[in-house]
């Protein structure tokens, strides 16, 4: 199994752009998340699904969209790029909810955003 | 106000010594996690533990849900432990609960 994969691994914008962040798991988990990890700061939640065709938002969604057409795939969209944005963006995944089962994480991506 | 506090934020041992990282929340929980981020920053989990006591290798993580505390041990420690830990709480919010973060604590193990 690949596990949790992520891509790109490293992404530079600039200020106005979009484009979107690939998640993708083989492990048939209903439960997906991505979290944005910034400097002295705990990872944060930005959007999760427990399944495909349902998403939830997290702790800081705005700017980001989400959206679970099948277990595997879990993509995070940047609308319209800011550089507060600029962070490392990990994707994990769970059987379930992260109640009571381990996560995985894919290896993140770095995005910078001038 | 952290929901979840780590201490300390920065820990130097020598090889061989035993390391003991703390996690306070004050969230209610049912299930806590031990993170470990290597310093390539991948993110992989140690331990999720809802009481008591677990054990793997020379890692070692407890809980005390009364007094809203947990450590990770590592015995014998080694230049390879080198990493940030990071604890994270359950909290019950949206059809399955999120995951709170403390900020982690990074370990460097001097050989």
């Known amino acids: 199994n690949a596990g949790v994969t992520q891509t790109p691994k490293f992404q530079v914008l600039k200020t106005g752009q979009s484009m979107t962040l690939q998640c993708a798991q083989d492990m048939n988990h209903e439960y997906m998340s991505w979290y944005r990890q910034d400097p002295g700061m705990g990872l944060r939640l930005i959007h999760y699904s427990v399944g495909a065709g349902i998403t939830d938002q997290g702790e800081v969604p705005n700017g980001y969209n989400v959206s679970r057409s099948t277990t595997e795939d879990f993509p995070l969209r940047l609308l319209s790029a800011a550089p507060s944005q600029t962070s490392v963006y990990f994707c994990a995944s769970s059987l379930w909810g992260p109640r009571g089962n381990e996560q995985f994480f894919g290896p993140g991506t770095r995005l910078t955003v001038l | 106000k952290n929901e979840v506090e780590q201490s300390p934020q920065n820990l130097t041992a020598q090889e061989g010594e035993f390391i003991t990282i703390n996690c306070s929340y004050s969230?209610?929980?049912?299930?806590l996690h031990w993170l470990q981020q290597h310093p390539g920053g991948g993110i992989v989990s140690l331990f999720m533990?809802?009481?008591g006591k677990k054990k793997h290798g020379r890692l070692i993580a407890t809980i005390n849900i009364q007094e809203k505390h947990s450590s990770l041990h590592i015995t014998a420690s080694h230049p390879r432990d080198s990493a940030v830990y990071i604890c994270?709480?359950?909290?019950?919010?949206?059809?399955?609960?999120?995951?709170?973060f403390g900020k982690g604590t990074k370990l460097s193990v001097k050989p």
């Open positions: 533990l809802s009481s």
């Open positions: 994270a709480v359950w909290v019950y919010g949206g059809s399955q609960g999120n995951l709170i």
């Open positions: 969230v209610g929980i049912s299930a």
